[in-house]
């Protein structure tokens, strides 16, 4: 079964605008990653945290993690056309496996 | 920079014939997957590879055999098609040695039907 739970499931901002998304998970982790999916398209990374880490930042987006809470979440800041894509949360037990959530589909409006 | 290369990008089958998806990859990952991904849902582990000569099952393998050529190439088969095995396919490489980090590098994904 899948370890990560994203919400929401979709998402409709206006450009400039932040989008945050949130990831759950259940069992221990030894990072937590988010990727990207354009339509039609394979997975691309964006940022990894790890267990011991509880903020992240990489250009506009920034990542949280709890691990008392077992969430992430994502933010994307001043959001553009081009950051329309679907995004997942993967998180890494350190067993040569990922485990994906189902995603957040967001699409910016211009 | 060809990185993650997945032959077809389509393919209809009827229920019953069989088939190859290939998977090559050009980084010199010693780790290789294979996804599906169905509407709704996320990506869901078939088969992987922790290093060459070696492979193991996912969450959803029934229906599927792999096999690790080489370092390079990682294929996956269907020897039976169904239905339910309609999706999009996906390879992926990483090489978790490197600071014991799975980041994962994606193909352009295999659109299967079967009809």
């Known amino acids: 079964s899948q370890q990560g739970e994203e919400d929401p499931q979709a998402l409709s901002i206006q450009e400039g605008e932040n989008a945050t998304m949130n990831c759950s998970y259940k069992?221990?982790?030894?990072?937590l990653q988010w990727y990207r999916q354009n339509s039609g398209r394979g997975l691309v990374h964006l940022i990894l945290?790890?267990?011991?880490?509880r903020e992240k930042h990489s250009g506009r987006l920034r990542v949280t993690l709890d691990t008392s809470k077992k969430s992430s979440s994502l933010l994307i800041t001043a959001s553009r056309a081009a950051d329309t894509a679907s995004y997942f949360c993967?998180?890494?037990?350190?067993?040569?496996?990922?485990?994906f959530g189902a995603g957040t589909t967001v699409t910016v409006r211009a | 920079n060809a990185g993650v290369t997945q032959t077809p990008k389509f393919q209809v089958l009827k229920t019953g014939q069989s088939m190859t998806l290939q998977c090559a990859q050009d980084?010199?990952?010693?780790?290789m997957y294979w996804y599906r991904q169905d509407p709704g849902m996320g990506l869901r582990l078939i088969y992987y590879?922790?290093?060459?000569?070696?492979?193991d099952k996912g969450e959803v393998p029934n229906g599927y055999n792999v096999s690790r050529l080489n370092k390079r190439e990682f294929s996956l088969r269907l020897e039976s098609a169904a239905p339910s095995q309609t999706s999009v396919y996906f390879c992926?490489?990483?090489?978790?040695?490197?600071?014991?980090?799975?980041?994962?590098?994606f193909g352009a994904g295999t659109r299967l039907s079967v009809l």
């Open positions: 992926a490489s990483s090489d978790p040695s490197a600071g014991a980090l799975n980041i994962q590098y």
């Open positions: 069992t221990s982790i030894n990072n």
């Open positions: 945290i790890r267990s011991n880490e």
């Open positions: 993967a998180t890494d037990g350190n067993d040569y496996k990922l485990s």
């Open positions: 980084m010199n990952h010693n780790s």
């Open positions: 590879s922790a290093s060459e000569g070696t492979t």
